[in-house]
């Protein structure tokens, strides 16, 4: 599933190309697209037809898109192979075209959501009230990301301490920080040397700081080369790969020498998915080791 500098990539393309155009129609060609809208998709297409698009927003892993003449925004859910791509209007349909959206300019695109496993979808949702970026009601929840400026380093520190789990499950918890997933969560820890069963309740003040240091450090980073593509199933809205992938430190590279002291990187199974970490520079708890 993309994590945060992946939808951040997006959305930016978004922002490029949608932002203030005016929707003229919309076309649902798959249900499962729209389940999240439970009215349906001649609902959904009816309402957003005539809405003009805002600044398209994200927090964490979500993303949407604010209208600006209503109290509602689109949220879209790329969940494990969902793609917004701005297509030059005569480019033939993708095999996997699930929503159409059409605008009344000349510009010549169309917004399309593809999507292979049809997981992801687009659903229209109320706003917070008095949100000034439109945040749906339905992800109010969902904490803010390390590379919001109004992250709070302070709340979250004690939180880790209260919370009384381990630091992969505390990076991973959306309620406590949203956006980072699994790939972003070893390379953050592998470059803090932090093991990801170490308990957060043993964590000082400056050692939260720079976990959260190193996660901003590694999705800017991600985010200068577009994110990261393991598959043809993440791209950007003009159809690209991200090339992150060929810098990872820790992430997929087991049995590959640490780039910090050599020793090769281990991987263990954690929670039905998989933790990569060098064993010499990320030393396991007492408990774990």
């Avoid at 381990?166 to 592998?190: F, H, M, P």
């Avoid at 040397?193 to 000082?204: F, Q, V």
């Avoid at 002291?261 to 998915?273: D, E, V």
Wanted: aromatic share 6%; hydrophobic share 35%.
């Amino acid at each position: 599933m993309p994590e945060l500098p992946e939808v951040e990539v997006v959305r930016r393309g978004l922002e490029r190309w949608v932002a203030g155009r005016t929707v003229a129609s919309v076309e649902v060609l798959h249900p499962r697209a729209v389940r999240r809208h439970p009215a349906g998709g001649a609902d959904f297409a009816a309402r957003l037809a005539g809405q003009t698009v805002g600044v398209p927003r994200r927090r964490g892993k979500y993303l949407w898109l604010p209208l600006e003449e209503r109290e509602l925004s689109v949220l879209g859910h790329l969940g494990m192979s969902g793609q917004l791509l701005v297509q030059p209007a005569d480019t033939p349909d993708e095999k996997h075209l699930r929503i159409r959206i059409r605008f009344d300019d000349a510009a010549g695109t169309e917004l399309r959501f593809v999507d292979q496993r049809t997981f992801g979808g687009l659903s229209l949702h109320e706003t917070v009230p008095g949100s000034a970026e439109g945040l749906p009601d339905v992800i109010a929840h969902i904490a803010r990301d390390p590379l919001d400026p109004l992250f709070d380093e302070g709340a979250y520190h004690l939180a880790l301490r209260a919370k009384r789990t381990t630091l992969k499950r505390a990076l991973l918890d959306q309620s406590l920080i949203s956006g980072v997933g699994n790939i972003y969560a070893d390379e953050a820890l592998w470059r803090a040397k932090l093991h990801y069963e170490r308990p957060t309740a043993t964590l000082t003040r400056p050692r939260s700081a720079e976990l959260l240091a190193r996660a901003r450090e590694v999705m800017n980073a991600a985010l200068d080369v577009g994110g990261t593509s393991f598959d043809s199933l993440y791209v950007n809205v003009n159809g690209e790969s991200g090339y992150f992938d060929r810098s990872l430190d820790a992430y997929g590279r087991e049995g590959e020498p640490c780039r910090r002291c050599g020793t090769p990187i281990r991987r263990r199974a954690w929670m039905n998915r998989s933790s990569y970490f060098c064993p010499r520079c990320q030393r396991p708890p007492r408990a774990v080791s």
